[in-house]
């Protein structure tokens, strides 16, 4: 696939016209239908249902968006990559889950940002296997990852804050009256949980032989959105500390298990690839971070 094209089949799938995308790209119309009806011929399959005024994409085209965006992204950052010479401009694409502990890491990143101006940064939020994906595709250069994983494939830096993991929920809830949250406490009560926390082994270890009488009611992948949730009474959440605002003002309020259960956070980098200079400037200023420490 031509990456041009691939950028025509953008802007068209962004326009949902492709008048209007022949006129945002400067190219004719019958031009750029001609090379969108070559792209759908070579791939055999339709990416387009075209009405009147308006066109939409097809399954397969949104698949091919989607992977689309991740081959130009790739292709803008590894030119930008080559022609720049200088040591201090650059990207930094990092994934990340959510949590306090990696704030070290915000903090090398503005040291950075501050000292070098040309420098830019991506975040990514998600899990382990989101995380990992873009690692090996290359859209990113480094993951933190918590919890304890294999990282066979990637080189690694322990960052120093563990995750404490515990229980939001109102200020109204009976469990409030306790400093701790213990296994038997969560019997039957409405819980909503990370994605990958049902497959935790030490969460398991946890629960003291009581696993299966929790009542699991849902997952997430974003601690803000289920916090909207948990705001209505519908359920409470098991999360990290400080990721949510349980001050006095708010309606809701955590409180750590007991036994404590932690996650460490641990940044890590393809063994394939070489890094660029502004990656490699990251890790030199962050492990300067970690020793003073």
């Known amino acids: 696939m031509d990456v041009r094209v691939l950028r025509y089949f953008i802007a068209i799938a962004q326009e949902q016209n492709i008048s209007r995308a022949a006129r ?7 031009a750029l239908s001609r090379q969108i009806a070559d792209l759908e011929t070579n791939l055999g399959t339709q990416l387009f249902i075209r009405g009147k005024r308006q066109i939409q994409l097809t399954q397969d085209g949104y698949y091919l968006l ?3 965006h991740e081959i130009v992204d790739l292709v803008d950052k590894t030119t930008y990559n080559l022609q720049k010479q200088d040591v201090v401009s650059g990207t930094l694409d990092i994934g990340a ?19 070098y101006p040309e420098v830019h940064v991506n975040f990514n939020s998600g899990d382990y296997t989101v995380i990992e994906s873009a690692l090996d595709s ?15 494939n990637y080189n690694t830096l322990d960052l120093p804050m563990k995750n404490h993991w515990g229980i939001l929920m109102r200020k109204d809830e009976q469990l409030t009256t306790k400093k ?28 003291q032989g009581l696993f299966d009488q929790f009542n699991f009611v849902g997952t997430y992948n974003l601690i803000f959105n289920a916090s909207l949730l948990v705001k209505t009474g519908a359920c409470m959440a098991l999360t990290y500390d400080d ?4 001050s ?9 298990l007991s036994p404590e259960l932690t996650d460490p956070n641990t940044l890590i980098w393809s063994k394939k690839r070489t890094l660029p200079d502004v990656d490699k400037l990251f890790l030199k200023t962050l492990k300067e971070k970690i020793g003073e420490q």
């Open 248 to 256: 006095a003002d708010s309606d809701l309020t955590f409180r750590p």
């Open 97 to 115: 889950g959510e949590s306090i502990a990696i704030q070290g890491v915000m903090d090398t990143v503005h040291d950075i940002i501050r000292k």
């Open 180 to 207: 701790y949250i213990q296994p038997s406490d969560l019997i039957g009560r409405p819980l909503l949980v990370s994605h990958q926390i049902k497959q935790h082994r030490d969460f398991k270890n946890w629960c």
């Open 138 to 152: 290359g859209i990113l250069e480094f993951g933190i990852i918590m919890g304890q994983h294999e990282f066979n």
């Open 24 to 30: 945002l790209l400067h190219i004719s119309q019958p």
């Open 66 to 68: 989607e992977r689309a």
């Open 243 to 246: 990721l949510v605002d349980v």
